[in-house]
Antibody, heavy 124, light 106 residues
Framework: QVQLVQSGTEVRKPGASVKVSCQTS????????IHWVRQAPGQGLEWMGI????????TYAQKMQGRVTMSRDTSTSTVYMELSSLRFEDTAVYYC?????????????????WGQGTVVTVSS | DIQMTQSPSSLSASIGDRVTISCRAS??????LSWYQHKPGRAPKLLIY???SLQSGVPSRFSGSGSGTDFTLAISSLQPEDFATYYC????????FGQGTKLEIK
């Protein structure tokens, strides 16, 4: 079955960077977009961006521009999200999620399979 | 960005009740509206997409309706496993989510 398995809990100091991985299985990585969504404590869900695993091109939420990089390694079917210049308000659970439709179809930004989430804590 | 507003923010109901959750978009989004169920410590689960299409494997007691700016998620007969937080999400433009509706046991 389709699965997205994320890396474990991270703790970083303000100003540092963090790189979260999302290993996919049960389908071909390059057939579907991968999105990243986060949820800060007590807050709702926030979309961070999307990566096309076939071309490695990515589009980021305006709020994240300049601090986030999404990439992929097709040899391991893994997608990565790196966030730099971390702030206290970046403390959140970070999720990867797959687009419902294939890359060859019209993009619909509906997320049908999600990773289990990675807790990132920014603390001094 | 398109703002999504859910109501109510929280809701208490009993097993077997029918409940509805509303979601309003700040501008028209046609039917580019999805609903997710989220339980603590778990990954969100897609329930409804295209405003009214039931995701494969989701029980038929869940249904969605609406178009334009106003949408509704209905659960026809609440089961114990349905107590969770529900989010709407628009995919008409840069994805945005509602603030969530927490469904609790009365």
């Amino acid at each position: 079955q389709v699965q997205l398995v994320q890396s474990g809990t991270e703790v970083r100091k303000p100003g540092a960077s963090v790189k979260v991985s999302c290993q996919t299985s049960g389908y071909t990585l390059t057939d579907y977009y991968i999105h990243w969504v986060r949820q800060a404590p007590g807050q709702g869900l926030e979309w961070m961006g999307i990566v096309n695993p076939s071309t490695s091109s990515a589009t980021y939420a305006q709020k994240m521009q300049g601090r986030v990089t999404m990439s992929r390694d097709t040899s391991t079917s893994t997608v990565y999200m790196e966030l730099s210049s971390l702030r206290f308000e970046d403390t959140a659970v970070y999720y990867c999620a797959r687009s419902r439709v294939r890359l060859t179809a019209i993009r619909d930004d509906v997320f049908d399979v999600w990773g289990q989430g990675t807790v990132v804590t920014v603390s001094s | 960005d398109i703002q999504m507003t859910q109501s109510p923010s929280s809701l208490s109901a009993s097993i077997g009740d029918r409940v509805t959750i509303s979601c309003r978009a700040s501008q028209t989004i046609n039917t580019y509206l999805s609903w997710y169920q989220h339980k603590p410590g778990r990954a969100p689960k897609l329930l409804i997409y295209g405003a009214s299409s039931l995701q494969s494997g989701v029980p038929s007691r869940f249904s969605g309706s609406g178009s334009g700016t106003d949408f509704t998620l209905a659960i026809s007969s609440l089961q114990p496993e349905d107590f969770a937080t529900y989010y709407c999400q628009q995919s008409y433009s840069t994805p945005t989510f509602g603030q969530g509706t927490k469904l609790e046991i009365k």
